[in-house]
């Protein structure tokens, strides 16, 4: 038996799957002042007898993190960085950073140790909490970036992320932009985890807790503290993986997963979610994090409307229930509700709302959703310039080119019935609604498939390699070559799956770089660069059902 619970910013969704069956489902209010006891509220739904000591594993995914992100409601970090020369960093990062000396070159030599006497306002810093911590090439050779931390830590900073341990890949921006975010939702993260396993103890539950990742992969709890940013996008990682389970598209799709705070957007092609090629982007700033191409945008059904002299503004902040249900002021669902797109609750309640702001209501009504309408749109506009203007990687892109062009919308999530109608009238697209949907997110999360990635960069000159996640450098064995370097990878990715008790499963290749080195005009070695991982996904597909609110 499988438990997914998804705990999203209006409702969490609890689902237990046993033999590719939906065994029990289940759809609460959030209460974000107290998220252990709506999480108990939906276990107790969905823990029939005998479940909780049947259980094979249990996998958690939740958009709090991203709505942290969304509103801007996350710790202030300290960024300490050692850019070396000739590379100009600023505006690149969300914060301006403390400059560091120090420096590796691009083979993995460190150039220049810190100069420790030209930081003493760093060493005399009264730290506290987390604090994020990157060097150029440090993935090569990070023992600049151990000295950092370790002074760091003697300054009061409890926890320190590392660029070079949060991601094996050479960018440095999209590096040290990751270890930010790690750090900056570090604390709402632990919470949330702590929170949710104390829930799970109460009820009983002992089996392998994981988190959903934004690749659509899961890891250990435990380990995912230590990797805070891979959680960022694990609400919308669930609903994509819901609908490859529920109802992979035929066709090519767009995806719009309708909560309450955000509405993620994903787009699909030969029944497959697109990964973004170049790793996430947060709040504006490239990340190293492996995810799928989607965005996330502070639309949601409890949004906030604000009245302006231009007309409406819809979110990013979130208001609370809809009158219709028994909130004090209208959001956005009460505009779906009076423009027609839906129906549910008090009707008249919502109509009472919207009149408050002034006008006829159903007009007013219209208004506010063609705004919601007008924001989504320009998103997936964006989405589809972004991803033409990826880079061309393989033939068939050459042949093909990287233009996506959608032929229907897919609708998930409990907002999702009149909002992703109304986007479709929009775009003069077809809208599908799968059965299932109001808990496509649970179901994704419970058949998500656990995952692990890592890099290996070796220097047949040098005569050695290193795997930055391990924070090992190793001598190269002999007859060394790319063949060699995939199975060292290989063989690293499934003792940690191992260690980690993850099941083994297929490993794949993401990337691989080689180079020859040429010193005084002669061939003298190899430089690999290549990553694994061990293959994400959904376990098997499964037929869904509708569940009562």
């Not at 930081?119 to 909490?129: E, F, P, Q, V, W």
């Not at 007309?311 to 809809?322: K, M, T």
């Not at 009149?355 to 964006?382: H, M």
Request: net charge negative; proline share 4%; aromatic share 6%.
């Amino acid at each position: 038996m499988l438990l997914g619970i998804d705990v999203g910013g209006t409702f969490t969704d609890a689902v237990v799957i046993d033999n590719q069956e939906i065994l029990a489902q289940a759809k609460v209010p959030t209460n974000h002042e107290d998220v252990l006891q709506c999480v108990l509220a939906a276990l107790d739904k969905v823990l029939l007898d005998g479940v909780a000591q049947n259980l094979q594993r249990v996998v958690i995914s939740s958009t709090i993190v991203t709505n942290a992100l969304t509103e801007n409601k996350i710790d202030p970090v300290f960024l300490a960085v050692m850019t070396g020369p000739g590379m100009n960093v600023k505006g690149k990062f969300p914060v301006e950073p403390h400059y560091v000396s120090g420096y590796v070159d691009h083979r993995g030599k460190i150039t220049a140790q810190i100069d420790w006497t030209k930081h003493r306002d760093l060493l005399n810093t009264k730290g506290s909490g987390v604090c994020a911590v990157s060097g150029k090439f440090a993935v090569r050779q990070p023992q600049n970036e151990y000295l950092l931390e370790y002074e760091l830590k003697k300054c009061g900073y409890k926890k320190v992320f590392l660029g070079s341990e949060l991601s094996g890949e050479l960018n440095f921006v999209r590096r040290t932009n990751s270890a930010y975010f790690a750090a900056a939702v570090y604390k709402v993260f632990e919470k949330f985890c702590q929170k949710v396993q104390l829930a799970l103890e109460n009820r009983g539950i002992t089996t392998s807790v994981h988190i959903l990742k934004a690749d659509g992969g899961t890891l250990p709890l435990k380990v995912a503290l230590e990797q805070p940013v891979e959680t960022v996008f694990t609400g919308p990682a669930a609903s994509v993986l819901g609908i490859e389970a529920l109802a992979a598209p035929e066709v090519n799709s767009i995806s719009l997963d309708v909560g309450g705070t955000t509405t993620d957007i994903a787009f699909w092609e030969n029944g497959l979610p697109l990964m973004a090629k170049r790793g996430a982007s947060i709040n504006g700033y490239p990340t190293a994090v492996r995810a799928f191409h989607m965005r996330s945008i502070g639309i949601g059904g409890d949004s906030k409307i604000t009245k302006t002299i231009d007309g409406y503004q819809v979110g990013p902040e979130r208001e609370g229930s809809a009158a219709a249900i028994g909130g004090s002021v209208a959001t956005l669902s009460d505009a779906l509700i009076v423009a027609g797109y839906v129906s549910f609750g008090e009707p008249a309640k919502s109509l009472e709302a919207i009149a408050k702001l002034g006008g006829n209501p159903v007009i007013e009504a219209r208004k506010i959703v063609e705004s919601a309408v007008a924001q989504i749109t320009a998103t997936i506009k964006d989405m589809l310039v972004e991803w033409a203007k990826q880079p061309v990687y393989t033939v068939d892109d050459v042949i093909r080119g990287t233009e996506f062009e959608p032929a229907q919308l897919i609708g998930v999530g409990g907002g999702s019935l009149g909002l992703v109608k109304a986007v479709g009238e929009a775009m003069a697209l077809p809208v599908e609604i799968p059965q299932g949907a109001m808990v496509a997110n649970a179901i994704g999360a419970a058949l998500a498939r656990p995952t692990l990635s890592a890099g290996l960069r070796a220097d047949t000159t040098d005569g050695y390699y290193i795997i930055p996640e391990s924070g090992r450098r190793e001598r190269l064995p002999s007859g060394f070559g790319q063949r060699v370097a995939e199975k060292l990878l290989a063989d690293w990715l499934h003792k940690q799956a191992a260690d980690w008790q993850l099941q083994g499963q297929e490993v794949e290749l993401i990337s691989c770089e080689h180079f020859r080195t040429i010193h005084s005009y002669y061939d003298t070695g190899d430089i690999f660069n290549l990553r694994m991982q061990l293959k994400p996904g959904i376990l098997h597909k499964i037929v869904g059902r509708e569940v009562e609110l």
